[in-house]
């Protein structure tokens, strides 16, 4: 093994170090990877699938163990304390987490009507991982001042890392894949989940203006004519008409 380096040094990574949650070993695990992994990590789609696919026989034939398993989720705890930060910047009182949005994704995918073509299960699982490298960067948000470019290759390189903490194959492999996928927007199934992301966020953008007395039209105005599904359009003129109605 290459001699070892420390993960992407930003504001996120270091609060995830100093998390009192993660015994030493864990630590170590999660802030350490082989140089050549690191230096390495390619910018476009296919370089990266074949980079997570770069484990042994045998990595790629088992499952997670109990250990890595567990290792993983605990970083994964950060998605449940990590407020959303467009509505921190907003100073909406008790915002969601990166957890609660991805959640109520899912269930999204899961009530939504039959659509031809459309692989639900598929659906359901991109809902809660399209946001999982998070967990290492944070929430980056357009008002941060960081390009689309660099906000993907933060979280491929942050993916990358779980990946890896998982200990490689299968499931390691189909996060990845359903994570890229959604980040190309290049399935059926990502342009519905795509429309679910842009859905949540309106409805609880409407539950914090109906709670909060909120002005929050700006997050409104950030998806109209985004809508990809007929589905995601449906859905978003209830929200809206109902929103009209409260005005």
Not at 96 to 119: Q, T
Not at 183 to 208: C, G, P, R
Not at 216 to 222: A, N, T, V
Request: with cysteine; hydrophobic share 40%; proline share 3%.
């Amino acid at each position: 093994m290459g001699s070892k380096v420390r993960v992407w040094q930003g504001k996120s990574s270091a609060l995830l170090l100093l998390s009192p949650s993660f015994t030493a070993t864990q630590q170590l695990r999660l802030t350490s990877f082989t140089a050549s992994s690191l230096h390495s990590m390619p910018s476009n789609a296919s370089s990266s699938v074949t980079a997570v696919r770069g484990v042994s026989d045998d990595a790629a034939s088992r499952s997670p163990s109990a250990s890595s398993a567990v290792d993983f989720l605990s970083l994964c705890h950060r998605l449940k304390t990590t407020k959303r930060a467009g509505w921190v910047k907003r100073d909406v009182n008790e915002p969601e987490s990166i957890a609660d949005h991805m959640y109520r994704m899912g269930l999204m995918a899961l009530v939504a009507p039959d659509i031809p073509g459309i692989n639900r299960d598929r659906c359901v699982k991109m809902a809660i991982v399209h946001d999982i490298a998070e967990a290492i960067v944070g929430d980056i948000t357009p008002m941060d001042g960081i390009s689309k470019t660099e906000k993907s290759r933060r979280e491929q390189e942050a993916l990358d890392h779980m990946c890896k903490l998982i200990g490689g194959g299968p499931r390691a492999q189909e996060m990845f894949d359903l994570w890229m996928e959604y980040e190309e927007n290049s399935s059926s199934e990502a342009k519905l989940v795509k429309d679910f992301d842009k859905v949540e966020m309106i409805l609880q953008a409407l539950e914090y203006e109906k709670e909060q007395g909120k002005d929050l039209d700006e997050f409104f105005q950030s998806t109209v004519g985004k809508f990809q599904t007929d589905v995601g359009k449906a859905w978003a003129m209830e929200i809206v008409s109902r929103r009209n109605k409260e005005q």
